[in-house]
Nanobody, 130 residues
Framework: QVQLVESGGGLVQPGGSLRLSCAAS??????????MGWFRQAPGKEREFVAA????????SYADSVRGRFAVSRDNAKNTVYLQMNSLKPEDTAVYYC?????????????????????WGQGTQITVSS
């Protein structure tokens, strides 16, 4: 089992920045490196893909709506994945979730669909408002 805990959410003004963290733990997480993803869900909307990083850290992918503003990274020594969010907009307001996928295939591949992931955190709220 893998446990994922997000942190770093809060209220920020448009144009501001935040960095989300996702701390991973669990017996299996210490044995493998996982594909990690970030998703978000705004009120009344489906949960959508935001960003992902491959398990060998060689590849990243982003939703068109955040590309150039958000950056995903990983600190393997801390078992933590980050989502740096810059130039935030009101439409970025949502609950942000991190997710982990057990490595199965191409180490450089990223995944953008919810069913591709095996474990999920509880989410952290981001509100972008003046």
């Amino acid at each position: 089992q893998v446990q994922l805990v997000e942190s770093g959410g809060g209220l920020v003004q448009p144009g501001g920045s935040l960095r989300l963290s996702c701390a991973a733990s669990g017996r299996t997480y210490s044995r493998y490196r996982y594909v990690m993803g970030w998703f978000r869900q705004a009120p009344g909307k489906e949960r959508e893909f935001v960003a992902a990083i491959s398990w060998n850290d060689e590849s990243t992918s982003y939703a068109d709506s955040v590309r150039g503003r958000f950056a995903v990274s990983r600190d393997n020594a801390k078992n933590t994945v980050y989502l740096q969010m810059n130039s935030l907009k009101p439409e970025d307001t949502a609950v942000y979730y991190c997710a982990a996928r057990i490595p199965r295939d191409n180490p450089s591949r990223t995944y953008t669909r919810r069913p591709d992931y095996d474990y999920w955190g509880q989410g952290t709220q981001i509100t972008v408002s003046s």
